[in-house]
């Protein structure tokens, strides 16, 4: 699709619906790991100064803007521009679409329980979407071969890390060649607001 360059980073140039149907292909697709990020303009600042970060962004397969300070507020004020929130929303949209499929999720990231409460909040609000596996975003380098090894074992088609950015998308882009999955997404503080 048709990329959006701002200041450096190539976002694509898509609807929401686009976003969907794109994200669900990679999950149908044969090939592994399809990296998704939805960078905000802090992000945005600091791939200017680190040229890797610039480089994971611009090598990734889909990149849409994301405003997760925006649903928080909006969480907080209650207020409806939360569907304005491309990242977030995504995320929600691919769940409702994958609920009526057997394409399987993991969780990465958040403190400790988050993840898991975030897990069980989406299972109730998306019935028969399935979550395979969770574990918090807090772990050693030996504890972290133990979490891809789970994620190996279980092989689900969807893998959302969530360990802030840019450290997500620097742990994706390292451990890319590791990770079975079909296609991961950067979440950045998702799993604190799935898990509210
Ligand atoms: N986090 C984590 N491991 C870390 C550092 C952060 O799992 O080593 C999690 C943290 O618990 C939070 C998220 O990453 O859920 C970062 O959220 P924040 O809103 O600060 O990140 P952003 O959305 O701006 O990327």
Redesign the pocket.
Known sequence: SKKINILGVNFNHITMEQAIDIVIGFLNSKEKLHMIFTP?PEIVMIAQKEIKLQEILNHSDLVVPDG?GIVKAAKILKDPLTERVAGYDLVQNVFEKISKTNHTVYFL???KE?ADQAAKNMQEKYPGLKIIGCH???FSKNEEMTIIQEINELKPDLLLV????P?QEMWLYDNRKKLNAKACIGV??S??VMSG
């Open positions: 905000n997760i990231g958040g403190a988050v918090d975003g807090y969530g360990l802030g950015a450290r950045g503080g799993f604190d």
